[in-house]
């Protein structure tokens, strides 16, 4: 079978199951998530919450959900092939459970719709028990910079 992957594609799935700290994504390698799955139109990933991920009620930040789902988009999105970076243009969330220090969550994303020009990706974060904590959809725009110039 013959392979026709990006490179972005087989850069990542050589991550799967490593720690993903060395990303062009510096808050996302603050977060520290552990690629679970990656393919051209989804993606997976694990995160554990630390107590720097939360508000002062001890609860997962709605700013830090509202990361980890922009980021696993964005790296979902980085893998799906467009030979030009793309910019999120809108993260809609809806915030339907809390998630408490030290649980393991799992943010799902995947790629609704790709056009020419603008991609629609939708994500969700689960805990172990399957319980939604959020989810959210994404709109990301071409822009003129081609992966190439930016070292990609």
């Known amino acids: ?22 990303t062009p994504s510096a808050a996302g390698n603050w977060l520290a998530g552990i690629l679970l799955d990656v393919d051209q139109h989804h993606i997976k990933v694990q995160y554990t919450v630390r ?17 980890m789902l922009d980021d696993v988009i964005g790296m979902g999105n ?3 092939g467009s030979e030009y970076l793309m910019t999120s ?22 790629l609704v719709r790709s056009g020419s020009n603008l991609n629609h990706w939708e994500a969700i974060i689960r805990k ?19 992966l190439s110039d930016l070292g990609f």
Not at 10 to 22: A, R
Not at 51 to 67: D, T, V, W
Not at 128 to 146: D, F, R
């Open 128 to 146: 172990e028990s399957g319980k939604i904590v959020a989810k959210a959809s994404s709109n990301l725009i071409k822009t003129h910079v081609k």
């Open 1 to 22: 079978m013959e392979n026709n992957f990006s490179p972005q594609l087989t850069y990542f799935k050589s991550l799967i199951g490593k720690t993903l700290d060395k």
């Open 78 to 80: 980085f893998v799906a």
């Open 89 to 110: 243009i809108n993260l809609n969330v809806d915030f339907l459970s809390s998630a408490q220090i030290g649980e393991n969550l799992e943010v799902a994303a995947k």
């Open 51 to 67: 107590p720097e991920m939360c508000n002062p009620g001890k609860i997962l930040h709605g700013g830090i959900a509202s990361l």
